[in-house]
């Protein structure tokens, strides 16, 4: 059975920096892709990160290219995947939850495609 379940928001100045994190039970890295999405209100649910292949490969939002990263823990942190935020603004703030697909994977951030879902953790920028 999989299970996310998020942390690590709050609420952060304009050029501030969070790291989301979310624990994972149930998925293969190798058989599933991770994924970032982040919802504000009355906004669309947004893709922002994705990897697959186990973490070799990943993808970005325009929109947060360069300021995000996704990654995934190792060693004992092997069960937790990041979510790295830089250089915040308010146009960040949000609901952003993690979730998974698969399998199979198939690469990219279009939400339709994840079916497990976390809870989410609240971000927000304040300028």
């Known amino acids: 059975q999989v299970q996310l379940v998020e942390s690590g928001g709050g609420s952060v100045q304009a050029g501030g920096s969070l790291r989301l994190s979310c624990a994972v039970s149930?998925?293969?890295?190798?058989?599933?892709?991770m994924g970032w999405f982040r919802q504000a209100p009355g906004k669309e649910r947004e893709g922002v990160a994705a990897f697959y292949y186990g973490g070799i490969s990943s993808t970005y939002a325009d929109s947060v290219k360069g300021r995000l990263t996704i990654s995934r823990g190792t060693a004992i942190a092997k069960n937790t995947v990041y979510l790295q935020m830089t250089s915040l603004s308010p146009e960040d703030t949000g609901m952003y939850h993690c979730?998974?697909?698969?399998?199979?994977?198939?690469?990219?951030?279009?939400?339709?495609?994840?079916?497990?879902w976390g809870q989410g953790t609240q971000v927000t920028v304040s300028s």
């Open positions: 979730a998974a697909q698969g399998p199979p994977c198939v690469p990219g951030t279009a939400a339709a495609g994840y079916n497990y």
């Open positions: 149930g998925v293969m890295y190798t058989t599933h892709c």
